[in-house]
């Protein structure tokens, strides 16, 4: 399978301190990615290297067929390109229904007052009922989403970053306050959107992992510790040592 993210001997410092340290790190497409690691590991920083945030002091972040460096592209650009990014906390529109959150993300690369005045269109309705299928919330769109539940808010973001396309979905803690429902619900979404698209998932809780029973990388001290399986992982002496005896 081919690499749709390629990263490459990427350090990074802030004050000196060496947050991400010739990490090395590919992922392809589609593929299910777990991150883990103690805190402080570097997993955000991680995240703010791929998305254009945080630029790194040396190495290569590649991306796509054609190989092309994200160091060169803005945040935005990154984000056109197909990375989409959700944080840990939900950051819907509170005031808006479940559809109108969707509709403003089919078309956001305009500024936030922009898209607070489009209205849905006939054209993007198809689109919206499918997102709104895939991520559980079909009979919730007309619902103001600041009534969701905390786990409905998370899959509703989850839904406006599929509105804009993305080939690589970067999910931070996605289990984050959710019922043991919600988490079921996340696993299959997750795992279901993981069927074409490459999806990376920072995780701190086990269970939700090893339900996820994808590859996982664990980082420590900005550094890939190992990799493969749940199993290979949590059976490797440092990763007990550094993470799993602490
Ligand atoms: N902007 C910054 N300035 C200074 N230090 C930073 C900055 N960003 C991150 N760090 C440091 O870099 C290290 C890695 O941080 P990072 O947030 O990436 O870890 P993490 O694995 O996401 O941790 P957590 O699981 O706690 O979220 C930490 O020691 C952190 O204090």
Redesign the pocket.
């Known amino acids: 399978m081919a690499s749709l993210l390629e990263l490459s001997g990427v350090s990074v410092s ?2 000196g ?1 060496r ?2 340290n010739n990490l090395s790190f590919q992922i392809g497409e589609p593929e299910l990615r777990a991150i883990i ?10 995240m ?1 290297i791929v998305t254009g945030k ?1 630029r790194p002091d040396t190495g290569r972040v590649l991306w796509g067929e054609k190989s092309v460096s994200l160091l060169k592209l803005s945040e935005s650009q990154i984000a056109r390109a197909g990375i989409g990014r959700k944080f840990q906390k939900p950051t819907v529109f509170e005031a808006q229904t479940v559809r109108e959150n969707l509709a403003m993300a089919l078309k956001a690369p305009r500024g936030p007052l922009d898209v607070l005045r489009l209205r849905p269109t006939q054209a993007s309705a198809d689109r919206i009922a499918a997102i709104a299928a895939e991520i559980g919330l079909s009979d919730d769109l007309p619902r103001i989403a600041g009534e969701l539940s905390h786990g409905q808010k998370q899959w509703l973001e989850i839904g406006m970053l599929l509105a804009q396309d993305p080939r690589l979905l970067l999910v931070d803690e996605p289990a984050a306050g959710m019922t043991p429902a919600e988490r079921a619900h996340t696993t299959d979404l997750l795992k279901r959107l993981a069927e074409r698209h490459a999806v990376v998932v ?1 995780e ?1 809780d086990m269970d939700f992992v090893r339900r996820l029973g994808c590859k996982v990388t664990v ?1 420590h001290e ?1 550094s890939v510790l190992a990799e493969g399986s749940l199993d290979h992982v949590t059976a490797n002496r440092d990763v007990i040592d550094v993470y799993l005896g602490r």
């Open positions: 802030f004050d301190f947050a991400i690691g103690p805190n402080g590991a570097g997993k955000t920083t991680f703010d945080t920072v701190h980082l900005g």
